[in-house]
């Protein structure tokens, strides 16, 4: 009876840890909104939509105790502003800074691994030098463009990410499983920018998404098409759209448009998150 009792306690750890172990864990993070008067920069009409505020993602993915950063939202010196206009017509605010709402998970930057960014623009990689302990996954051509070219594209803003150039970097040539398990796959998808890839993730419970990067700002965009005017390459672009058209098809994914502020309106932040 004891020998029983003893194995069914194991067993019960057993399941517990296989629960846990099962897959990934999503948590995201408000790292900002921008609203624009004018939303014509990208590819749309004002009339398309009434949508004109972009909310700014951070997400942290946490697989058996390994952590990746998929997006690093607003400048961090932007922290504390209250609808301040930043860029010509775009107008942030920009609440409780990552760093902090990472500490109030008990997480300092250097608890991350691994990090990894949809592109390069200024929204995307606000707090990216804090992470310059982490392990920097990026295309090689994002990495020309946001290194070597910085100046050609106006929406990169090298001060915020310069110390990454002596992050330990594997640079990417097209997509790549970032824990080996299939789980947790980066997918090239330029266009917006040289290299802008997207994420695709197979969560145990809440099933398979793909975190859309800049492939979409607005709902409306996927609906018609839309290309932004500041878009790199629209024929790339457009191969793009097609390639996780396919990617969404074969999986069943549900592709989350990351600056949705309706969807991020539904969506439970940190320190809940989506398993
Ligand atoms: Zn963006």
């Not at 999986?251 to 989506?274: Q, R, V």
Request: overall charge negative; glycine content about 8%; proline content about 4%.
């Amino acid at each position: 009876m004891r020998v029983a009792k003893h194995l069914s306690a194991l067993l019960l750890a057993t399941i517990a840890f296989q629960a846990w172990g099962a897959g990934p864990r999503l948590y995201i993070f408000d790292c900002g909104l921008i609203r624009h008067d004018d939303i014509t920069n990208y590819g749309l009409s004002n009339a398309d939509t009434d949508v004109r505020e972009l909310f700014v993602p951070c997400y942290v993915i946490e697989r058996e105790g390994q952590r990746l950063l998929w997006d690093g939202g607003l400048p961090l010196a932007w922290v504390g502003r209250t609808d301040f206009e930043a860029l010509e017509g775009a107008y942030v605010t920009y609440k409780v800074s990552l760093i902090d709402q990472l500490a109030a998970m008990g997480l300092h930057p250097d608890d991350i691994d691994y990090i990894a960014f949809s592109h390069f623009h200024l929204d995307h990689v606000g707090a990216g030098n804090a992470f310059v302990n982490s392990h920097l996954l990026i295309q090689k051509t994002e990495h020309e463009a946001a290194f070597e070219h910085a100046e050609d594209n106006e929406i990169f803003d090298p001060s915020l990410y310069d110390k990454l150039v002596d992050a330990e970097t594997t640079l990417l040539d097209g997509d790549h499983d970032v824990f080996g398990d299939g789980s947790v796959r980066i997918i090239s998808a330029p266009g917006h920018t040289p290299g802008h890839q997207v994420l695709y993730l197979e969560l145990a419970n809440t099933g398979r998404i793909v975190l859309s990067g800049d492939l979409y700002h607005f709902e409306k965009s996927r609906e018609l098409g839309a290309i932004p005017n500041f878009n790199t390459d629209p024929e790339q672009s457009r191969q793009s759209f097609a390639r996780v058209d396919r990617l969404l098809d074969e999986t069943g994914a549900t592709l989350w448009i990351e600056h949705s502020k309706a969807l991020a309106d539904s969506l439970n932040k940190a320190p809940a998150f989506y398993d």
